[in-house]
């Protein structure tokens, strides 16, 4: 099996910075994309910012120039530089990602979530 930890949310006043974690354990034979999402109370689930194993990114226009997404895949761990926060960046972040999963005869691809880590920004 495989498993996503995420680390480093918390609470933080407007205009302050926050770092994510999240490493994945287990069974990997290799990862493709890594991403961020979050979910904001009474909201759907939106794409935050992603990375491919090579180190192509996209980002959520509201987040540009605000929020950096990065990997070290020897560690198998992906990163999110949160600054500039503002009170609308309040939700829970998920981590996920595209897993290639060790298999008796070939690999097998799948996709994981991290279990969020809560991100509150106060006014």
């Known amino acids: 099996q495989v498993q996503l930890v995420e680390s480093g949310g918390g609470l933080v006043q407007a205009g302050g910075s926050l770092r994510l974690s999240c490493a994945a354990s287990?069974?990997?034979?290799?990862?493709?994309?890594m991403g961020w999402f979050r979910q904001a109370p009474g909201k759907q689930r939106e794409l935050v910012a992603t990375i491919t194993s090579g180190g192509m990114t996209n980002y959520l226009s509201s987040v540009k120039g605000r929020f950096t997404i990065s990997r070290d895949n020897a560690k198998k761990t992906v990163y999110l530089q949160m600054n500039s926060l503002k009170p609308e960046d309040t939700a829970v972040y998920y981590c996920n990602a595209d897993v290639w999963i060790v298999q008796p005869l070939v690999p097998k691809k799948a996709d994981y979530w991290g279990q969020g880590t809560q991100v509150t920004v106060s006014s």
């Open positions: 287990g069974s990997i034979f290799s990862i493709d994309a």
